[in-house]
């Protein structure tokens, strides 16, 4: 079955350095991939979408990487602030379909 | 432009009930998108309705059912509630169907049962 893995041990790094956060996908062509931030008790808000013909994606501190032969997807914060700590999920999906599948989740602790 | 709103934030239900949990889509979204967050996962497809119509749907029961109104505001329906349905449930709004748009979630019902 289509899986969409995430490291689930929390990512603790100080602030100021650059958090890297990956999301592996096993039977699956994804067509693109999205990443969410979620904050505790609050719904998951839309960071970036990188498709699957794009190495690269950017915004502002953020870049997204998609690498289809290693089935990997790659999400960095550079100078990381501790407003940055959050659940970032992953989410995959096949081109036309709507039907997102996500990853549970990883959480990110960025101490001052 | 208001965003995505759900309602109750949190209700206590016991097995066998049912409940009704309702969405307002964003201004000028007329699809929207129901999902289960249990702890510690990420959401689970539920189902999704576009123009009134249900356009897609994951792995879960007919005990799960849906409604989509003329203003595009939704509601989900669960029938004989079982423990295991204990979760966050999320709705989300996007402009249309196509799987590129970006999706707005809501703030989430909690849902609990005893």
């Known amino acids: 079955s289509q899986k969409i893995e995430q490291n689930s041990e929390a990512l603790n790094i100080q602030e100021g350095k650059t958090a890297t956060l990956t999301c592996n996908y096993t039977?699956?062509?994804?067509?693109?991939l999205q990443w969410y931030r979620q904050d505790p008790g609050r719904g998951p808000v839309f960071l970036l979408l990188?498709?699957?013909?794009?190495k690269e994606k950017r915004k502002e501190r953020l870049k997204v990487t998609f690498d289809t032969t290693l089935k990997q997807s790659l999400f960095h914060i550079t100078a990381s602030q501790p407003a940055d700590s959050a659940t970032y999920l992953c989410?995959?999906?096949?081109?036309?379909?709507?039907?997102?599948?996500f990853g549970r989740g990883t959480s990110l602790i960025v101490h001052p | 432009e208001t965003g995505v709103t759900q309602s109750p934030t949190h209700l206590i239900k016991t097995r066998g009930q049912q409940v009704t949990l309702r969405c307002s889509s964003q201004?000028?979204?007329?699809?929207v998108s129901w999902y289960q967050q249990a702890l510690g996962q990420g959401p689970q497809f539920i189902f999704q309705y576009y123009r009134e119509e249900e356009n897609g749907r994951g792995n879960f029961p007919p005990r799960f059912s849906g409604l989509q109104f003329p203003n595009y505001s939704s509601e989900l329906n669960v029938n004989a509630l079982e423990l295991d349905d204990s979760a966050l449930y999320l709705c989300a709004s996007s402009l249309d169907s196509s799987s590129y748009n970006e999706q707005f979630f809501g703030p989430g019902t909690r849902l609990t049962v005893l």
């Open positions: 039977n699956y062509s994804p067509a693109y």
């Open positions: 201004s000028g979204h007329n699809t």
């Open positions: 989410a995959a999906a096949s081109g036309g379909s709507y039907i997102p599948t």
């Open positions: 990188i498709r699957e013909n794009e």
